[in-house]
């Protein structure tokens, strides 16, 4: 008898996985096949990205002004307050910029997008679309993955600078250091692969939001209360697998990251 309850949970698992890998592919095939949404892609960019720029541009310097000191705090007991703009540059493009913004957007985008598919289920729209003849998954869910892998590097690159920006001031200001260290510093903490490794993350946060939250509202059921539990499990399984995707990229490209 213990067996049966594990193999119903084992044959449920590898069914969530086939039906996770074939929503997968077609969602990914479609962005390839025409017709295109472009008028939804660019609306889906606007609500998904532009309008989460304050969000970002905020956590960007508080991050920022956090890390300055602290690394001051850490530095200056070993008189290498000189250090402080490269350590900023290097902790703030490689890790803190793009974890913080990828969390923060899957509460806020992540979550919406499940609410909204979500809603669009459990009141038959998705099913009105496909009796019309339209495909749900293009006209759905392409345009919030193409916003998403677009914007998410865009929002990264916003959170670092002002980041930089707010270290900028902590340090010329509080800390003494010179405007031309800080700049020496930074540029000393900055390699190309530093910034394409930043926008590689950034871009594998962005499609698990997507992919991930889309789906949870795209199969949800049992009315307004499959909303709320899909989108909160939506938001729960995204931000665990940005976590696993961060673990995963720093052990895979931990070597050219100290060339």
């Given at each position: 008898m213990p067996d049966r309850p594990a193999g119903s949970a084992v044959a449920s698992l590898l069914a969530t996985v086939g039906e996770v890998s074939v929503f997968g592919g077609k969602a990914a095939r479609q962005v390839f096949v025409p017709p295109f949404e472009f008028k939804e892609t660019v609306r889906q960019i606007y609500e998904l990205g532009v309008r989460s720029a304050p969000?970002?541009?905020?956590?960007?310097?508080?991050?920022?002004?956090?890390?300055?000191?602290?690394?001051?705090?850490?530095?200056?007991?070993?008189?290498?307050?000189?250090?402080?703009?490269?350590?900023?540059?290097?902790?703030?493009?490689?890790?803190?910029?793009?974890?913080?913004?990828?969390?923060?957007?899957?509460?806020?985008?992540?979550?919406?997008?499940?609410?909204?598919?979500?809603?669009?289920?459990?009141?038959?729209?998705?099913?009105?679309?496909?009796?019309?003849?339209y495909d749900p998954v293009a006209f759905l869910i392409v345009p919030r993955l193409i916003a998403c892998l677009v914007m998410l590097p865009c929002l990264v690159v916003l959170a670092d600078?002002?980041?930089?920006?707010?270290?900028?001031?902590?340090?010329?200001?509080?800390?003494?250091?010179?405007?031309?260290?800080?700049?020496?510093?930074?540029?000393?903490?900055?390699?190309?692969?530093?910034?394409?490794?930043?926008?590689?993350k950034a871009t594998l946060f962005g499609a698990a939001i997507a992919f991930v939250c889309s789906y949870e509202g795209f199969v949800t059921e049992a009315g307004a209360e499959g909303v709320g539990r899909s989108t909160a499990k939506a938001v729960v399984i995204t931000s665990v697998t940005i976590l696993i995707l961060d673990t995963l990229t720093a052990a895979l490209l931990a070597p050219y990251l100290q060339t």
């Open positions: 969000l970002i541009a905020v956590s960007g310097m508080a991050v920022g002004v956090v890390l300055s000191m602290h690394t001051r705090a850490s530095l200056e007991r070993f008189g290498a307050e000189s250090m402080i703009p490269s350590g900023l540059a290097i902790a703030l493009v490689r890790e803190t910029g793009p974890l913080t913004a990828a969390l923060l957007l899957s509460g806020r985008i992540g979550a919406g997008i499940g609410a909204e598919l979500g809603a669009m289920r459990v009141t038959e729209q998705i099913d009105a679309l496909e009796t019309l003849s600078a002002t980041g930089l920006f707010s270290g900028y001031l902590v340090s010329v200001y509080v800390t003494k250091v010179t405007p031309q260290d800080f700049v020496t510093g930074v540029r000393l903490g900055f390699g190309t692969f530093q910034v394409v490794y930043s926008l590689l």
